[in-house]
């Protein structure tokens, strides 16, 4: 099993800026890659971005390119979405997920652990 524990989630204004935190506990040796997936109110959940555990592979939605991105550090598990130049169209619940399969994916069928959640708020 792999816990996953978001953090850094908040209320900002358009055009700010917010770094989110998934620490990864467990089993994580286990783990493939691990992706930011977000929630909005009536909305189904969506893609955001995806890094091997290894740090060499990334992937984003085309919405959030050259506004965030996606880090690990693996010395202490966690990986980081920064966020920059928000919208209030970025508004929505943050989700961390992990997967162990040898592949890189952006459906959220293909990651089997899951955190909590964080939210994150983006005024006009």
């Known amino acids: 099993q792999v816990q996953l524990v978001e953090s850094g989630g908040g209320l900002v204004q358009a055009g700010g800026s917010l770094r989110l935190s998934c620490a990864a506990s467990?089993?994580?040796?286990?783990?493939?890659?691990m992706a930011w997936f977000r929630q909005a109110p009536g909305k189904e959940r969506e893609f955001v971005a995806v890094?091997?555990?290894?740090?060499?592979?990334?992937n984003y939605v085309d919405s959030v390119k050259g506004r965030f991105t996606i880090t690990r550090d693996g010395a202490k598990n966690t990986v980081y979405l920064q966020m920059n130049s928000l919208k209030p169209e970025d508004t929505a619940v943050y989700y961390c997920?992990?997967?162990?399969?040898?592949?890189?994916?952006?459906?959220?069928?293909?990651?089997?652990?899951w955190g909590q959640g964080t939210q994150v708020t983006v005024s006009s």
């Open positions: 467990g089993r994580t040796s286990s783990v493939y890659s």
């Open positions: 997920a992990a997967r162990t399969s040898l592949s890189i994916r952006r459906d959220q069928r293909s990651y089997e652990f």
């Open positions: 890094i091997s555990w290894n740090g060499g592979i990334t």
